[in-house]
Every structure is written in structure tokens, then in C-alpha cells.
């Protein structure tokens, strides 16, 4: 799931005067949710947030020191004592000064403005980019390291679940965000379950594709529904987030499919829409208990 492309999905850093990104390891602009897992060098930079940069960015400490960063308006809020997992969230329209007393490791992260405006809509009062976020600077919030060490694990994992997977963490992402740090009231809910009609749409789509790289958007729009809207009712009504109900799909289709012996393991695991055999046991040993090959034997 690993590509290089080009560092737009990180206008505030981007658009830092000379910066330099020592090693790029992995950016992805999923539907939903983008990351950008980088290294940056020892240095002291002012960094101006671009037109591009239309949602609050978070970012996840992974390795090396941060002596300090500031705001024009704030007073410094922190001071060389970096750890792994302190996360931070970046202003989209705030200058700041930032300085990396070694080089250091970071993911930077954030929910899509598409993804941000629908749970707004549908969940908040007032038009999307009204709300604000109350706080900004390095938080306390065991949620936001939890997203983000997730994110970059699936920014590595081949599986073509993580993009589902990864999808659906940004519209939890974008939930998160507007609940904790939001200025905006929720407003009262009418619908709290699918209709036995778009469960069905889902359950079907989801049942007839397998085998591709499924989206959260292409599932949700065979429910007739928004990704935000249908990520929470899916859940409510199943017990399940999408991601998992369709591991659980792959993994049942998979069982029934080792009653043919004359599939071999490795192309069941292709069949039903797993990477290859290893990731095909690793989830069908954590659901049945064994392995593929026992239940063959």
C-alpha cells in the first residue's frame, strides 16, 4: 500500500522556506484519510501553512528530539522532550516556527476536508468549515497516536484490506476531531441503523467483490449513502466496522473454498481477496482459532 508520491498531501510542511526532507518513506492519499510518514534533519524553520492546507494536520512523533515550537500568537508549548507518541495538531492557517535539534521521524496525518465536511454536515450544526477546533498544539489524547501508529503501520501493509481499513479510520478520525476539539454541538440523529434494504445493498456488494481492492466510498454509495453516514450505521447495525465484516467474508468465503482440494492454499487466499497465504492464516487463525491447512487436513 506504500507509494511515492509527490508531498502535496503536506501543504504546511511543504511550504516551509528551504526545508529539506532528508528521506521520504511513504505518503498515501487514501479516499477519507491521507499520511505521510518522513525523516526531517536538524534544523530551524518557519513554516506558512498554504491555501492547500484546508484541514488541520496532526503529527505523530516517532523518533529524535523537537527543542521547541512556536506560534505567533502562543507562547512556546513545547520544549526538548520529545517521546514516541506525543502527537500534535497543526493549525491550517497559524505561521509557526519549528526547531528539530536532531533529526527526527514523523507521521503527519489528517482526515480530507470531503471526509471532515460530511461528518460535519451530518453530525454537527452549522456549515462544515465553521467549526473550529478549540485546541491546537501537542495534546493529550491516547486516540490520536492510536489512529496514527495504525496509519502507519497500513501505509506499509500490502493487504488490500488496509485500504479499507485505513478509510474507515479517517472518517473515525474526522468524528474524533470535531467531538473533542470541535466548537459545534452534535445535533440529534434520526436514522440509527441501515434499512434491511442498504444493509442489504452493502452486504451484497461487499459479498459479490471479494476478490478487489474495495473502497468505503463504492460501499457506501451501494447503500445510497455518504461515507460518514454509513461508517457509523454499518457499525450500529452490525456490530462490525465495514473493515471487519469484510475480513470476516474473506475469511468464511475462504473456509468453504478449502473443501476443494484441487485449490491450493495460496490461491484460495487470491480467490477471496487476501494479499497472499500468510496475511489468509494470519486472519483466519485469529476467527476459527487454526490454521487453513488443519482445517484441510
Given at each position: 500500500?506504500?507509494?511515492?508520491?509527490?508531498?502535496?498531501?503536506?501543504?504546511?510542511?511543504?511550504?516551509?522556506?528551504?526545508?529539506?526532507?532528508?528521506?521520504?518513506?511513504?505518503?498515501?492519499?487514501?479516499?477519507?484519510?491521507?499520511?505521510?510518514?518522513?525523516?526531517?534533519?536538524?534544523?530551524?524553520?518557519?513554516?506558512?501553512?498554504?491555501?492547500?492546507?484546508?484541514?488541520?494536520?496532526?503529527?505523530?512523533?516517532?523518533?529524535?528530539?523537537?527543542?521547541?515550537?512556536?506560534?505567533?500568537?502562543?507562547?512556546?508549548?513545547?520544549?526538548?522532550?520529545?517521546?514516541?507518541?506525543?502527537v500534535?495538531i497543526?493549525?491550517?492557517?497559524?505561521?509557526?516556527?519549528?526547531?528539530?535539534?536532531?533529526?527526527?521521524?514523523?507521521?503527519?496525518?489528517?482526515?480530507?476536508?470531503?471526509?471532515?465536511?460530511?461528518?460535519?454536515?451530518?453530525?454537527?450544526?452549522?456549515?462544515?468549515?465553521?467549526i473550529?477546533?478549540?485546541?491546537?498544539?501537542?495534546?493529550?489524547?491516547?486516540?490520536?497516536?492510536?489512529?496514527?501508529?495504525?496509519?502507519?503501520?497500513?501505509?506499509?501493509?500490502?493487504?488490500?484490506?488496509?485500504?479499507?481499513?485505513?478509510?474507515?479510520?479517517?472518517?473515525?478520525?474526522?468524528?474524533?476531531?470535531?467531538?473533542?476539539?470541535?466548537?459545534?454541538?452534535?445535533?440529534?440523529?434520526?436514522q440509527?441503523?441501515?434499512?434491511?434494504?442498504?444493509?442489504?445493498?452493502?452486504?451484497?456488494?461487499?459479498?459479490?467483490?471479494?476478490?478487489?481492492?474495495?473502497?468505503?466510498?463504492?460501499?457506501?454509495?451501494?447503500?445510497?449513502?455518504?461515507?460518514?453516514?454509513?461508517?457509523?450505521?454499518?457499525?450500529k447495525?452490525?456490530?462490525?466496522?465495514?473493515?471487519?465484516?469484510?475480513?470476516?467474508?474473506?475469511?468464511?468465503?475462504?473456509y468453504?473454498?478449502?473443501?476443494?482440494?484441487?485449490?491450493?492454499?495460496?490461491?484460495?487466499?487470491?480467490?477471496?481477496?487476501?494479499?497472499?497465504?500468510?496475511?489468509?492464516?494470519?486472519?483466519?487463525?485469529?476467527?476459527?482459532?487454526?490454521?487453513?491447512?488443519?482445517?484441510?487436513?
Open positions: 500500500m506504500s507509494s511515492n508520491q509527490t508531498p502535496e498531501i503536506l501543504p504546511i510542511l511543504m511550504k516551509a522556506k528551504g526545508i529539506i526532507i532528508e528521506n521520504t518513506h511513504s505518503s498515501v492519499l487514501w479516499e477519507g484519510v491521507q499520511a505521510y510518514h518522513f525523516q526531517i534533519p536538524a534544523i530551524e524553520q518557519d513554516l506558512i501553512p498554504s491555501a492547500e492546507a484546508s484541514v488541520e494536520t496532526i503529527t505523530l512523533h516517532i523518533a529524535g528530539k523537537v527543542g521547541a515550537i512556536n506560534f505567533t500568537d502562543f507562547s512556546r508549548w513545547y520544549s526538548d522532550m520529545a517521546a514516541p507518541g506525543v500534535g497543526l493549525p491550517r492557517n497559524q505561521p509557526f516556527k519549528a526547531v528539530w535539534t536532531q533529526s527526527s521521524q514523523n507521521l503527519v496525518f489528517n482526515p480530507t476536508l470531503e471526509v471532515l465536511n460530511q461528518v460535519a454536515l451530518e453530525t454537527y450544526s452549522g456549515e462544515p468549515r465553521a473550529n477546533l478549540r485546541k491546537l498544539g501537542f495534546v493529550e489524547d491516547p486516540m490520536l497516536p492510536q489512529i496514527g501508529w495504525t496509519l502507519l503501520d497500513l501505509l506499509y501493509d500490502d493487504d488490500p484490506s488496509a485500504r479499507l481499513y485505513a478509510e474507515s479510520l479517517g472518517v473515525t478520525l474526522a468524528h474524533h476531531l470535531l467531538y473533542k476539539y470541535g466548537d459545534k454541538q452534535p445535533v440529534t440523529r434520526i440509527h441503523t441501515l434499512s434491511n434494504h442498504q444493509l442489504r445493498c452493502a452486504v451484497d456488494y461487499i459479498l459479490a467483490n471479494l476478490e478487489r481492492d474495495l473502497s468505503l466510498a463504492e460501499i457506501a454509495a451501494s447503500a445510497g449513502l455518504s461515507v460518514a453516514h454509513f461508517s457509523r450505521l454499518f457499525r447495525t452490525t456490530g462490525y466496522s465495514p473493515y471487519q465484516y469484510l475480513i470476516h467474508c474473506r475469511v468464511q468465503s475462504a468453504n473454498l478449502l473443501k476443494h482440494p484441487h485449490y491450493t492454499i495460496a490461491q484460495i487466499a487470491q480467490m477471496v481477496g487476501f494479499y497472499d497465504q500468510s496475511h489468509l492464516s494470519r486472519h483466519f487463525k485469529r476467527i476459527y482459532g487454526v490454521s487453513p491447512q488443519r482445517i484441510r487436513d
